[in-house]
T-cell receptor, first 113, second 113 residues
Framework: GDSVTQMEGPVTLSEEAFLTINCTYTATGYPSLFWYVQYPGEGLQLLLKATKADDKGSNKGFEATYRKETTSFHLEKGSVQVSDSAVYFCALSPEQAGTALIFGKGTTLSVSS | EAGVTQFPSHSVIEKGQTVTLRCDPISGHDNLYWYRRVMGKEIKFLLHFVKESKQDESGMPNNRFLAERTGGTYSTLKVQPAELEDSGVYFC???????????FGSGTRLTVV
């Protein structure tokens, strides 16, 4: 079945460091890909998404490119801030819109000043 | 627009007791999903309603879990009797049919002692 694999955390960075969180997936057809973020004490929020190959999702300085050839959707940010400390989840939605999301295990990011 | 509302936000119960979680989706969102995250693991799909009908309940762990969505509005998830392994964060999400616009609630943290 479809699945998502994320790099294991926690990831600890200093402010202004470069961030990469790896995500690869296994799916049939052409899934849509998402990054969700959970800040402390809050619910899941959509960070960015890409619905077809080579699309780049971006938001709040974060970017991820849908790479079908490598089945990847790595999350990057050029300069992290303390306020980026959160748990990040990679997810996919199988080809049909409305189908339930499949999540990775989540990666905890901790940024210190 | 009000978001997805879940309550309670936290619940601590003893093994063998019953707990009912509630989710109020965004008005007009016919899709409603329940997910669960056990500590340190991925967010797993439990079930999917379209209006009041169960579209997919393949993720429900066992018959101690009962989900309802009477009238196609809010949904409840009852765990009876609760076991220690039921502890985790239960998320609810909603979306309009045919879209990838999933909106998540803040989750209910369930602790079974």
């Amino acid at each position: 079945g479809d699945s998502v694999t994320q790099m294991e955390g926690p990831v600890t960075l200093s402010e202004e460091a470069f961030l990469t969180i790896n995500c690869t997936y296994t799916a049939t057809g052409y899934p849509s890909l998402f990054w969700y973020v959970q800040y402390p004490g809050e619910g899941l929020q959509l960070l960015l998404k890409a619905t077809k190959a080579d699309d780049k999702g971006s938001n709040k300085g974060f970017e991820a490119t849908y790479r079908k050839e490598t089945t990847s959707f790595h999350l990057e940010k050029g300069s992290v801030q303390v306020s980026d400390s959160a748990v990040y989840f990679c997810a996919l939605s199988p080809e049909q819109a409305g189908t339930a999301l499949i999540f990775g295990k989540g990666t905890t990011l901790s940024v210190s000043s | 627009e009000a978001g997805v509302t879940q309550f309670p936000s936290h619940s601590v119960i003893e093994k063998g007791q019953t707990v009912t979680l509630r989710c109020d989706p965004i008005s007009g969102h016919d899709n409603l999903y329940w997910y669960r995250r056990v500590m340190g693991k991925e967010i797993k799909f439990l079930l999917h309603f379209v209006k009041e009908s169960k579209q997919d309940e393949s993720g429900m762990p066992n018959n101690r879990f009962l989900a309802e969505r009477t009238g196609g509005t809010y949904s409840t998830l009852k765990v009876q009797p609760a076991e220690l392994e039921d502890s985790g964060v239960y998320f609810c999400a909603s979306s309009q049919v045919g879209t990838y616009g999933y909106t998540f609630g803040s989750g209910t943290r369930l602790t079974v002692v």
